[in-house]
C-alpha cells in the first residue's frame, strides 16, 4: 500500500521544487539558445548590410567615372 501511496499520493514540497526546478533549467536553455540565435542573425545582417554597402558604393563609382 505505501507503494501505491508513493505513486498516487500528494507530491511533498521537496518534489514539487524538483520538478519546477527542472522545468527552470529547460527554459533557461531554450532561451539562451534562442539568444544565441539572435546573435548569429545580428552578426549575420551586419557583415550583409556592410558588404552590401561596399558594392554599392563601387557600383556608383564606376558608374560616376
Not at 12 to 39: C, H, N, R
Request: aromatic content about 6%; proline content about 3%; glycine content about 4%.
Amino acid at each position: 500500500m505505501t507503494d501505491l501511496m508513493k505513486i498516487f499520493g500528494k507530491p511533498s514540497p521537496l518534489q514539487v521544487a524538483a520538478i519546477e526546478l527542472a522545468e527552470a533549467e529547460l527554459e533557461l536553455l531554450k532561451a539562451e539558445s534562442g539568444v544565441e540565435y539572435a546573435s548569429s542573425l545580428v552578426t549575420y545582417n551586419s557583415l550583409r548590410v556592410k558588404r552590401l554597402k561596399a558594392f554599392v558604393t563601387k557600383q556608383t563609382r564606376e558608374v560616376a567615372a
